[in-house]
């Protein structure tokens, strides 16, 4: 194809929908409506990610992705609750300047549902858009603050050095761009890298070869392609052969946001653990939070489980993951994760500090910090938050002992600068403050 041609498909693809009150063709469009669907509403893999579209999509992301699963364990924790649905009615003001009760907040700014738990004890949930409790949601970048969970076993375990080069345990990295970084630096985004997630240049290694390994995007033929034809097939050789270093950079020197970060992590936990990665977060996370249901995780086209944003679960079971992070590690009084590791994510310095301060992206946003695949807020309260894009959010209080989690189908996905996200996490933030009075 023509690679003019094929630049415009995936502009078009990956360029974020406009807010519903924008001009959208699809903007009063419910999707899969009738037996077969109409073609209008048909969800498709080119289109999960379009509003309104993506209100489906992203609650059934196993029809237009390829998944793998990680089955819950043992005895299901019951939250107690909802206790406080009161909570719902309490009136915040958002970023738009509107005065709403919190669940019209949410609901106004694009959520799917809600769930507010304080200790043990489920306070309120909400659902909108005929999502519901028994419903899974994809995670999208969430999955690498769990992926970061799961790291910190090997840690604990003496089984991976922060400081040494990814290479030490993948030598296949030799001569990439993550070859003189260490595994520190990608825990924090800080790897100086010669690769972007770059929607605009159609020549980018981003629209050549990130998006069709990862699998997480419609690309012409991109399906078709089989092992023994293509140099980047799945995720991993993407990694080896096309991320370079940044000759303008030394890692450490910058925060820069890059999902490719994730899958290294990914990766490194399969390497060194020898199990795939959704087996190793089944055994060691999923089967020991009394999780109400099943999760599941998009794959790349390698069919290896995508750790830089491809979970899926319920609301509740997002919550379960929260509540142990929160409690530093242990869930049901076992020690889930190692406290050391967890708190960790809190030891926030000034280099960390002055590295999310200098990029201009987050400039107008409440982040003090990113740390071990985590967004800090307040390392002091203990706030921060697991967080994905189109606005999936696990929010982390622990002076109030509260977590709450949300998932949504914003339109537009970043975060940064987005009003509708900042509006729920506003909102959040000052309720919790509340619940601590």
Known sequence: MNPLILGLLLLLLFTPALPAHAANDRGTVEPMQGF??????????????????????????????????????????????????????????????????????????????????????????????????????????????????????????????????????????????????????????????DFRENYTDLQSDFFQYYAPALNLAWLPGAADAQPEDAKIYGVYDFLVHFVKPDPALQPGDAFDYNSSNADLLGWLIARISGQSFHEFVQQHIWARLGTEHDAFIAVDRAFMPVATG????????????????????????????????????????????????????????????????????????????????HGQVIYINRRADTVMAWFSSQPVASAARNKDFHSKLKAARELAAALTR
């Open 310 to 389: 491809g979970m899926n679960t319920t609301l509740r079971d997002a919550a379960r993951f929260g509540m142990m992070i929160r409690d530093r590690g242990t869930f049901r009084g076992e020690q889930v994760i190692p406290a050391s590791w967890v708190d960790a994510t809190l030891d926030i310095d000034d280099r960390l500090q002055a590295n999310m301060a200098a990029n201009a992206k987050y400039s107008d946003d409440p982040w003090l910090a990113y740390h071990n695949m985590w967004w800090v807020l307040d390392d002091e309260l203990g706030e921060y938050c697991a967080v994905g894009v």
């Open 36 to 193: 077969p669907p109409s073609r209008e509403s048909q969800v498709t893999m080119k289109n999960y990610r379009e509003y309104p579209l993506s209100r489906w999509g992203f609650r059934n992301a196993g029809a237009p992705l390829n998944v793998v699963m990680i089955p819950r364990a043992g005895e299901i924790y019951r939250l107690t609750g909802p206790l406080r649905p009161e909570l719902g009615q309490r009136e915040f003001t958002d970023l738009h300047g509107r005065t709403l009760p919190f669940d019209d907040l949410f609901e106004a700014n694009y959520a799917d549902g809600l769930v507010i738990v304080q200790g043990s004890r489920l306070l309120h949930e909400r659902y909108f858009h005929d999502f519901g409790p028994d419903a899974q949601h994809i995670w999208f970048s969430m999955t690498k603050s769990l992926a970061s969970a799961a790291f910190g076993l090997l840690v604990a375990e003496d089984k991976v050095d922060l400081q040494a080069s990814p290479v030490k345990y993948i030598p296949e990295l030799r001569g990439s761009g993550f070859e003189r970084v260490t595994i520190q630096q990608v825990l924090d985004h800080a790897t100086a890298i």
